[in-house]
């Protein structure tokens, strides 16, 4: 079953194209790594997926589960983000904000599947810290638990591993492939370490503001935008 499916896509800014006709689509399971270098157009991808932009050609479709559960985001963390002076719970329980409705109140049941988000992410040690007095890759986990408040079908990552020491790093990304395998998690990551991603991804999307490759992991290897990209090629 497709949770996004993106058919012929483009976006501009003050009539200058940033993506040009980009068709793919992410299905329950997959894991999608977004890469392309700085300008290439990922970012705006990104936000029209979680409809904060929408194309001036071609269409988005987001399967009504998807509409129901949401889409968990994680950007890019500012200097300001990263000193928040709250406890990691609260920053956590807040990413039930969405599911409460009207409802200014957190249920007894957003306060369990805070607690519940947390150890899933083997952070419910820290439930009573301060989000800003941890370290780079404890930060991620917080913010990737509360994205996990908010649904518990599709999460899109930007750069989650920016900042972070190769011990935080490794950690990431065997967490995030936990999450995929064992609770069935669709990822969307948008990353510049493309060869560590694809011992983890399934599916790639390569861009330079038009499509340059849309499929799987084994396929891009092969392809010759994929070895150019890799240096000559890659070992499977």
Known sequence: MNLVECKNISFSYENNVVVKNVDFKVSKGDYLCIIGENGSGKSTLVKGIL???KPYKGNIFISEELKKSTIGYIPQQSDIQRNFPA???EVVLSGCIRRNSIF???SKENKVLACESMRKLKILNLKNRCY????GGQQQRVLIARALCATDKLIIMDEPITGLDQKSTLDMYNMIDNLNKEYELSIIMVSHDIK???NYAN???HMSNDLLFFGDVKDYKQSEVGKRFLGGGSND
């Open 51 to 53: 409809g904060l932009i």
């Open 87 to 89: 406890t990691v719970y």
């Open 104 to 106: 200014p109140f957190y």
């Open 132 to 135: 800003s007095e941890l370290s």
């Open 196 to 198: 560590t991603s694809l």
């Open 203 to 205: 599916k790639i999307l």
